[in-house]
C-alpha cells in the first residue's frame, strides 16, 4: 500500500463531521448518525479503490448504516476499512466533547473481524509501550506504566467509560491512588488522546464496543502506542457471530499488531470540540474543521486544518 490514500480518505471524514455536526446538540442521535453515514458513503464513492467494510455500523439489514462486507469505492486496490461516521452519536445529540468521524485503512484481510460484542481493553501511548498486560490486575497495570513514564501513581490519570459494569474497576483505580477521568461515550478519541501529552490522559482502562476496538489499536499503531484487547461476548448468538467470522479462541487477548496487521493508515476529523481534535466551527457560508492523518508504515503524523466554502464547494 504505498499510495498515501489516507490523504484522499480525510476528505470522507471531513464530509461526515460536517455533515453530523449541523446536527449538535439537537437531541436526535439517529439524525446525526444517518447524516455522517449518508455523507461518508457518498464520499467513498468518489476514491479510486475496492474498498470492503469489515468493521462498520451493522448488518447488511440495518441500512442506511455502512454494514459489514459492504462495498464501497470506484474500483481499483483492494482495501479493507474500520470506520465509524460518527463515533459518539450520543456525544453529538447532547452537544458534548470528543465526537469523531474516523476511518482506518489497511490491505485485505490485515484487521480483525470483530463481531458487535464488547471488548476488555487497555491502551497506552509510547512512553508505556510493553507495560500493559490485560491479564494483569488494574493495579498492576497501573504500577507497570508509571515504572515506564518514570511517574508515580499518583500522577496517572485514567480514562474509563462511565457504566455501571466499571464499578468495581473505578474502585481499584482510586484504591491504587490513580486519578480518573470519566466520559460518557467515545472511547476511541480517549485511546487516541494517551499518544497526546497535551491532552493529560495516561491509560484507558474497561470495556466497550469491540468494533472501536480494532479502530483505535489501527491509530495506535501509526501513533507508536500500545493496545491490547480481549473480546467480552453477552450471548451465544454473538459467539456463533464470531465463530463465522473466524475467531475460535474466544479467550484471547489480542496484541495491537493482531488487531491491525501490515501497513496501517488512519484519518480522523473532529465533529465536536476534544481533547485530541478541535470540532467543526461554521461560519457565514462555510466550516472549519480539524483533522489527523497518520500511516504505520512511516509514523508521519499531519494535522490539517481546513477551511471549507460552500459556495464553491460542497463538501457532501
Known amino acids: 500500500m504505498n499510495r498515501n490514500f489516507a490523504m484522499e480518505f480525510v476528505r470522507v471524514t471531513e464530509a461526515a463531521a460536517l455533515a453530523s455536526a449541523r446536527l449538535m446538540g439537537r437531541g ?3 439524525a446525526a448518525d444517518h447524516a455522517a453515514v449518508e455523507a461518508m458513503r457518498k464520499m467513498l464513492g468518489s476514491i479510486e479503490f475496492d474498498g470492503r467494510v469489515v468493521i462498520g455500523e451493522g448488518e447488511r439489514d440495518e441500512a442506511p448504516m455502512l454494514y459489514i462486507g ?3 469505492g470506484k474500483g481499483g486496490v483492494k482495501l479493507d476499512l474500520a470506520l465509524d461516521p460518527l463515533e459518539g452519536t450520543t456525544i453529538c445529540a447532547r452537544g458534548l466533547n470528543n465526537a469523531l468521524s474516523v476511518i482506518a485503512i489497511a490491505e485485505e484481510g490485515n ?10 481493553k487497555i491502551a497506552v501511548g509510547p512512553e508505556a509501550k510493553g507495560a500493559i498486560d490485560l491479564r494483569a ?26 457504566r455501571p459494569r466499571h464499578a468495581d474497576l473505578i474502585a481499584e483505580v482510586r484504591g491504587a491512588g ?11 478519541s480517549a485511546a ?4 497526546k501529552r497535551e491532552a493529560g490522559v495516561d491509560v484507558l482502562m474497561g470495556s466497550g464496543g469491540a468494533p472501536e476496538g480494532v479502530i483505535a489499536a489501527a491509530a495506535l499503531r501509526c501513533l507508536g502506542g500500545d493496545f491490547q484487547g480481549q473480546l467480552l461476548f453477552r450471548k451465544d448468538e454473538e459467539r456463533t457471530r464470531a465463530r463465522a467470522m473466524g475467531i475460535s479462541d474466544f479467550d484471547r487477548v489480542y496484541k495491537i499488531d493482531e488487531l491491525a496487521r501490515g501497513h496501517v493508515m488512519f484519518c480522523a476529523t473532529g465533529v465536536t470540540q476534544g481533547t485530541y481534535l478541535n470540532g467543526v466551527r461554521f461560519f457565514s457560508g462555510g466550516a472549519v474543521t480539524h483533522s489527523v492523518v497518520m ?10 486544518e481546513a477551511e471549507h466554502h460552500f459556495d464553491r464547494k460542497p463538501v457532501y
Not at 192 to 195: G, Q, S
Not at 295 to 304: A, D, E, H, N, Q
Open 70 to 72: 459492504e462495498k464501497v
Open 295 to 304: 500511516r504505520s508504515k512511516t509514523g508521519t503524523v499531519r494535522v490539517i
Open 111 to 120: 484487521f480483525l473481524h470483530a463481531p458487535d460484542t464488547y471488548m476488555q
Open 137 to 162: 490486575t488494574a493495579s498492576e497495570n497501573l504500577k507497570s506504566i508509571a515504572h515506564a513514564k518514570k511517574c508515580n501513581v499518583e500522577d496517572l490519570t485514567v480514562a474509563i467509560l462511565d
Open 28 to 30: 436526535d442521535e439517529k
Open 178 to 188: 490513580a486519578r480518573i477521568w470519566l466520559i460518557g461515550d467515545g472511547d476511541v
Open 192 to 195: 487516541i488522546a494517551t499518544c
